[in-house]
């Protein structure tokens, strides 16, 4: 797995934490094994599990360990081979350019914009 996601990145819930997504990763949708997509306003990551594997606060507040997907939400797929629910996070570059993270790394991010369909990917210096 390399080195995991520091704990300073995760925020956790309590009374002095903040609330809703404010703070955390915010998790744009999600689709359960076997369930339907969830586009989703207050789900975030609560931990890491894996290089892709990563524990999500859902919207129901349960939490249930998926796979992060750099795709659209709309190409979530609901019969991973892994048996695991899938996720994806957006995020919006500089000049307006929809992307969705690949990795998480602890100062960057590998993304893949949705224009392309080469499977190009690119990597951002983000502070959190």
Not at 1 to 8: C, E, L, N, T, V
Request: glycine share 8%.
């Amino acid at each position: 797995m390399g080195r995991p996601i520091q704990k300073a990145k995760m925020q956790p819930i309590g009374d002095t934490g903040p609330t809703g997504t404010s703070g955390r990763l915010a998790v744009t949708a999600y689709r359960p094994y076997g369930g339907s997509k969830v586009d989703s306003t207050t789900a975030y990551i609560v931990n890491q599990r894996g290089s892709k594997k990563f524990k999500i606060h859902l919207e129901d507040s349960s939490e249930e360990v998926m796979l992060l997907k750099a795709v659209a939400p709309t190409s979530l797929a609901n019969d991973n081979v892994n048996g695991l629910g899938e996720f994806c996070v957006q995020v919006i570059l500089d000049d307006s350019t929809v992307a969705y993270v690949e990795k998480f790394y602890n100062n960057t991010i590998h993304y893949v914009e949705s224009r392309r369909c080469d499977n190009w990917y690119c990597e951002i210096h983000i502070r959190w």
